[in-house]
């Protein structure tokens, strides 16, 4: 059934817009109309049936916040657990959705339903929305008729995931943030501030030292070749994201990552939580572990770690247990694999790794901490060092002045 959006104002004249499922557009105006409000204009949302992996708009769509989808997701499990059937459940969950493309979105889904599809299969056709590890949860919450438990689930990984990535994000935008107002700062001084000084001091007709011999050409530079550092930005930025669309490259990339002093401890442990939340939640779900780890391995957002799942995968493929591979990786600290040892013998693997969950939570925390209290210092006395180098470079001229 197509979906149009529209545009009406109420009786008391005010603007009003929305969407609106319906057979053809004379019967989404009839409905409207029921509705008692007065239609301006009617269009039929195309992309929302066939959406594009490739499209522009589908790069988008995957960038939404995942607590949007976490906040409709519970409300999608409470409806269920109240015992509404899913059609009307879903219908009522699109007539509150706030976003306007997810609202479009669950009303597809409910018509793919009414003719007959599952709600795996109806919401696999939204990969920029419910990516693997959403459908596959789905798909086994329907084969054990636990479909609300399973959505419970999901919204608290979405939640938690999203908690993690807020964290992690805000640690490293401060000292961007500084950079960022450093390079700033400094270029001003450059451009507008330094070459009147220089201008002056030049006038005097005195042997300048070498600090402002340097500081004058760095500043020329600054002035006549800006565009030059412009080019280069985007040519690193351009073959930084060729590598990374490379598997060898994204691999090196990722491994640079890993070893980097103070991001590393931070990254490595961010991984570990993501990879112990997700294998915790896909378990306890009822899905199989290969498909567990063929997910996580997409999940972690890192290839050496993938390299590593994937390894397990063709372990376990050959009779062998989760544990050993990991071991054997010396990318997951020991204790990890120790810990999925005991897990795998007592039965307990999904308590294991939320154990490891937390753990790791609290270690993310922690790395995030460090991270802040090693950085602000040292980016403070960097800036203040280009600072000091500027006001030296330029007393200096003025010095050995007062002292002929």
């Given at each position: ?6 545009k ?11 969407i609106?499922?319906?057979?053809t557009?004379r019967?989404?105006r009839?409905?409207?109309r ?5 239609v ?5 949302i195309d ?14 769509k ?13 409300q ?5 657990e ?15 959705i ?11 889904v ?7 599809s599952?709600?795996?299969e109806?919401?696999g056709?939204y990969?920029?929305y419910?990516?693997?590890l ?25 939640i ?10 805000a640690?490293?935008?401060?000292p ?29 007709g005195?042997?300048?030292?070498i600090?402002t011999?340097i ?6 530079f600054?002035?006549?070749y ?5 080019l ?11 590598l990374?669309r490379?598997?060898?490259?994204r691999?090196?990339i ?13 990254f ?5 939580s993501?990879f112990?939340?997700t ?16 997910i ?7 290839s050496?770690?993938a ?10 493929m ?23 040892s005991?897990?795998e013998?007592?039965?307990?693997l999904?308590?294991?790794l939320?154990?490891l ?11 995030v ?6 950085l602000?210092?040292?980016?403070i ?14 007393l ?9």
């Amino acid at each position: 059934m197509p979906v149009y959006e529209y545009k009406a104002f109420t009786p008391n004249g005010e603007s009003r817009t929305g969407i609106c499922d319906a057979d053809t557009a004379r019967e989404a105006r009839e409905k409207l109309r029921k509705d008692n409000v007065h239609v301006v204009s009617l269009r039929e949302i195309d992309s929302v049936d066939e959406p594009s992996k490739f499209s522009f708009s589908g790069f988008f769509k995957r960038k939404k916040k995942i607590g949007e989808l976490a906040i409709v997701t519970r409300q999608f499990a409470t409806l269920l657990e109240s015992g509404i059937p899913m059609a009307d459940a879903l219908r009522a969950l699109s007539e509150q959705i706030q976003n306007r493309d997810l609202e479009a979105v669950f009303r597809t889904v409910r018509e793919k339903i009414s003719g007959g599809s599952s709600l795996a299969e109806a919401m696999g056709n939204y990969p920029q929305y419910f990516d693997d590890l959403y459908v596959n949860m789905v798909k086994a919450g329907e084969a054990a008729g636990n479909v609300d438990v399973v959505l419970k689930r999901l919204s608290d990984f979405l939640i938690k995931q999203g908690r993690v990535r807020n964290k992690v994000g805000a640690a490293l935008m401060y000292p961007m943030i500084m950079v960022g107002v450093g390079v700033i700062v400094v270029t001003i001084l450059m451009i507008f501030v330094v070459p009147k000084i220089v201008t002056l001091i030049k006038a005097r007709g005195q042997d300048l030292p070498i600090p402002t011999m340097i500081l004058i050409a760095a500043s020329n530079f600054l002035a006549n070749y800006w565009y030059l550092l412009v080019l280069g930005f985007f040519a690193v930025s351009l073959t930084f994201g060729a590598l990374r669309r490379s598997p060898k490259g994204r691999y090196a990339i990722d491994g640079f990552t890993l070893r980097m002093p103070i991001f590393g401890e931070l990254f490595t442990k961010q991984a570990i939580s993501r990879f112990s939340t997700t294998f915790s939640t896909l378990l306890k779900s009822g899905v199989p572990v290969l498909e567990c780890l063929l997910i996580v391995k997409n999940v972690v957002n890192n290839s050496v770690f993938a390299g590593v799942l994937d390894d397990v995968h063709n372990r376990i493929m050959e009779g062998a247990d989760i544990s050993s591979p990991l071991k054997a990786s010396k990318i997951f600290p020991p204790a990890v694999g120790y810990m999925v040892s005991i897990g795998e013998q007592s039965g307990r693997l999904e308590e294991i790794l939320d154990r490891l969950s937390e753990a790791y939570d609290e270690e993310v925390d922690l790395a995030v901490q460090k991270m802040t209290a090693a950085l602000e210092p040292v980016l403070i006395l960097s800036m203040a060092g280009v600072v000091a180098f500027i006001v030296i470079a330029i007393l200096l001229p003025m010095l050995q002045l007062s002292n002929v």
